[in-house]
């Protein structure tokens, strides 16, 4: 009896969670697929908005997507309390545990999960490869806030990749791509990417947002105050964030969907290992936090950015390396056409992972 009381509370607090959310975080599922929808039907309408967006461009960042990511990002980084980030300098076991997750394991499974579910494609299989070695330092922020992690522990996090991210992906592209595989007698594949490109993505997408952010709020609340900012603006400009979310993955789908329509059998084999991955790594950082005893919002932020990808980046490197219509190109861009709606639904599974296993043990 005591087991059906705890399940049912389980199940009604879960419920109360999400009923919370906002109209347009509550039904994002249904919003996404909306946007898909909409990308296909323009690019399936009006073909040359593929030519246009793709001349929109300055080197490999195309603009239009450049624009709904820096519109993602930055009302999320105007909601972080950076004048409290000293809060979490003690934290050093959490850092450590990411950090492992992020370069360590990641790229690991995801290297381990391409050549399993694709043997015989080596250019899907590399740009998965590829996709792995980004970590997220974008979207990571969206589902963060959702599941309701902490916003200043994922900033610093987001920082720490970002950092990483210059000084290892190159390396880690080089160990996984050529070194490894010739271990097993395989050819590998070179790719040729510098630390200044790698650089040059993180100061756009992560950078400018960032700068954004801290400007934004250290002079509103000197001018304004902290109830207004919290209580009257970031009501008001956080969900434009989740907008900006939107106009991405229309962009997105509209310059892609025909490869994707035309290629179904392609993007269904490139997808299934991509969502074992994310729901394997988003799994495996939720059990370290429940056994390090970390706090949910530690314990989510953790989750949230081990099985998040840097997109922008991995689309990047396989286009300057393997052009656009290559399938290595054509297998990043799966990747965050599968990690949204997969990771919207770890927002809900976290959120039931809080109310079953972590408010049970504050009641302990």
């Known amino acids: 009896m005591a087991n059906t009381h705890v399940s049912t509370s389980a199940r009604s607090g879960a419920a109360n969670i999400v009923g919370q959310l906002s109209t ?3 039904f994002l599922p249904f919003w996404i697929f909306m946007a898909m929808v909409a990308g296909v039907l323009l690019g399936y309408l009006f073909p040359g908005i593929k030519e246009v967006f793709n001349a929109l461009s300055i080197g490999t960042v195309s603009l239009p997507i450049a624009i709904g990511l820096l519109w993602m990002m930055y009302p999320v980084l105007a909601k972080v ?11 050093m076991r959490q850092f450590g545990v990411s950090l492992t997750l992020n370069w360590l394991i990641g790229p690991a499974i995801m290297f381990g999960l391409a050549w399993t579910f694709l043997p015989d494609l080596p250019g899907y299989r590399t740009g998965l490869i590829i996709t792995g070695l980004a970590r997220c330092i974008a979207m990571v922020l969206i589902w963060n806030m959702l599941a309701g992690g902490d916003s200043e522990y994922c900033a610093v996090l987001v920082a720490l990749n970002s950092v990483f ?11 996984y791509l050529v070194i490894v595989p010739d271990w097993f007698g395989v050819p590998g594949t070179t790719v040729d990417i510098s630390m200044w490109d790698i650089a040059k993505s993180v100061l756009i997408f992560l950078g400018l947002p960032l700068a954004a952010g801290v400007i934004t709020r250290f ?3 000197r001018r304004k105050g902290a109830e207004w900012y919290d209580t009257r603006f970031m009501p008001r ?3 434009t964030a989740l907008v900006g ?3 991405t993955i229309v962009v997105m789908f509209s310059m892609q969907g025909d490869k994707i329509l035309a290629q179904p ?3 269904l084999r ?6 074992v991955y994310f729901g394997l790594m988003f799994a495996v950082s939720f059990a370290l936090s429940l056994g390090f005893k970390f706090p949910y919002e530690m314990a989510a932020t953790q989750s949230f950015t081990a099985a998040s990808n840097n997109f922008e980046l991995a689309i990047a490197v396989a286009v300057g390396t393997f052009t656009i219509a290559s399938q290595e190109a054509l297998a990043t861009v799966i990747g965050p056409l599968i990690e949204v709606p997969v990771l919207v639904g770890l927002v809900y599974v976290s959120l039931w992972i809080k109310d079953k296993f972590f408010s049970a043990a504050s009641h302990s």
């Open 237 to 239: 400009l956080g969900p």
């Open 24 to 26: 347009l975080d509550r």
């Open 219 to 221: 002079t509103l609340l």
């Open 245 to 247: 979310l939107l106009f």
């Open 270 to 275: 490139v997808a299934v290992p991509l969502a």
């Open 265 to 267: 059998s392609d993007v």
């Open 81 to 91: 309390k950076y004048e409290e980030l000293s809060k979490i300098t003690g934290a």
């Open 165 to 175: 991210q210059i000084v290892m992906y190159s390396p880690l592209a080089y160990f």
